[in-house]
């Protein structure tokens, strides 16, 4: 058996009196799509934190690709491959939708948000930020200011930017969330053509997308991995049904 890309171990992570992660174990091997589901409050989002680094757990580890990351800083993290979704709030509206991904690709090459300095004068910049709209299916909307394009447009240019990032492990929190129907399959299909060439774990409560898109899928209740599988697996699984009942997804 091969060793996983990410392991979680005994994760734990606590908020005053609540363990908003207790004792979470997660494994992802290379190449794999990996669901994350549970209810509300389940710990999905504190997970994701940690995993990027925003937030330190108070026990266990984090080793990517064999190495323990748990210590590691989360500029290191991204550097290393590990990139979470971008939120809105990170897309600068009166910037066109390209530059933005340009301003990502400069994060990569190392350079901080705050230097706007010469980005889109950089050709091999640009290059690579139109390959990343293009990627997301956003080429003929690339001269539009990131404020005129339409809610799901703005995620597809969230995915644009983290993969100007070139991530090995793509941590995608809720990319559906807020999307109507139309929008929501056009970005499962869109993430159906890239789990091709990524390794992503997802967090999603829209369970279309979850069993259409994951290869395998974890389930969080209280903090804690109660069952992973296949999404059969998953959806035949006493636990996870008894898990679910009661708890009606938004
Ligand atoms: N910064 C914080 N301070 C205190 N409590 C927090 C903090 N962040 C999260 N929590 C609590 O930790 C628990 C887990 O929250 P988290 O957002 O990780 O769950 P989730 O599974 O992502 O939920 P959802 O599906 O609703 O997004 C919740 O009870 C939440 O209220």
Not at 116 to 126: E, I, K, N, P, Y
Not at 136 to 148: F, I, K, N, P
Not at 182 to 205: C, F, G, P
Request: charged share 25%.
């Amino acid at each position: 058996m091969s060793k996983p890309f990410l392991e979680v171990r005994n994760l734990v992570k606590r908020f005053g009196g609540l363990a908003a992660t207790n004792n979470c174990s997660l494994e992802v091997m290379r190449g794999e799509t990996h669901a994350l589901i549970g209810p509300n409050g389940a710990g999905k989002t504190t997970l994701i934190s940690q995993l990027q680094g925003q937030i330190r757990p108070d026990e266990g580890h984090i080793f990517l690709d064999g190495q323990d990351i748990t210590e590691t800083s989360m500029e290191r993290r991204a550097l290393s491959g590990m990139a979470r979704s971008f939120q809105i709030s990170s897309v600068f509206p009166k910037f066109t939708a390209i530059a933005n991904a340009a301003l990502a690709v400069q994060a990569r090459k190392g350079d901080s948000f705050r230097f706007l300095g010469a980005a889109w004068l950089d050709r091999a910049m640009m290059d690579e930020a139109r390959e990343a709209i293009e990627l997301v299916g956003l080429g003929d909307r690339a001269e539009v200011l990131a404020q005129d394009l339409s809610h799901g447009e703005r995620r597809q240019l969230e995915l644009a930017m983290v993969l100007a990032m070139r991530p090995s492990l793509l941590l995608l929190d809720e990319p559906m969330a807020g999307m109507g129907k139309q929008d929501s399959a056009r970005m499962t299909r869109l993430l159906a053509d890239l789990k091709k060439n990524y390794t992503i774990l997802l967090v999603e409560h829209d369970m279309n997308a979850v069993f259409a898109l994951a290869d395998r899928v974890s389930v969080l209740v209280a903090g804690r991995t109660i069952a992973t599988g296949s999404p059969a697996d998953i959806r035949a699984n006493d636990d996870v049904k008894a898990a679910y009942l009661g708890h009606r997804q938004h």
